[in-house]
């Protein structure tokens, strides 16, 4: 009898798991619209504030709440997402993890300076444009290059 096979750490999970992110945004002082990139904590990357599902919370609040735990930010979050990506992120014991992440606009009407990731990311506010060539997820990158306020 054959042991069953055991999926290595390379390989990713084959069922996306679902995220959440928000995609702050503000108009900057001649009216032209800037997004916020905060960088990942282990990789040092850009990307937008994102995480898995909250209890007890709508995927658009658990969005908001990731911005304001990851960022700072705090606003109105869209109801409905602007779009998605999808990304495989290394989880702690080693394995892939494809995950879809919904993205949730979030007009920032303000920004924290006491927040609960302080000091372990970097911020920075671009154009759509610019932000889209800062990140690495293909589809992410399209979804900043179109990001309509």
Do not use: C
Request: charged share 30%; net charge positive.
């Amino acid at each position: 009898m054959r042991k069953p096979e055991t999926p290595s750490n390379r390989e990713p999970d084959r069922e996306p798991r679902a995220q959440f992110a928000a995609l702050p945004w503000r108009r900057d002082g001649s009216g032209q619209v800037e997004v916020l990139l905060i960088t990942s904590r282990e990789t040092q990357r850009w990307v937008i504030p994102k995480g898995w599902p909250i209890k007890g919370k709508s995927s658009a609040k658990s969005a908001a709440q990731e911005a304001f735990e990851e960022a700072g930010v705090r606003g109105k979050i869209a109801k409905r997402p602007v779009g998605s990506y999808a990304y495989d992120k290394r989880l702690k014991n080693g394995r892939l993890q494809h995950v879809r992440v919904a993205v949730f606009a979030l007009q920032v009407d303000s920004e924290a300076e006491v927040y609960l990731e302080a000091g372990q990311r970097e911020k920075l506010w671009l154009p759509p444009a610019e932000a889209a060539r800062q990140v690495d997820e293909a589809e992410l990158m399209v979804l900043l290059a179109t990001f309509k306020a």
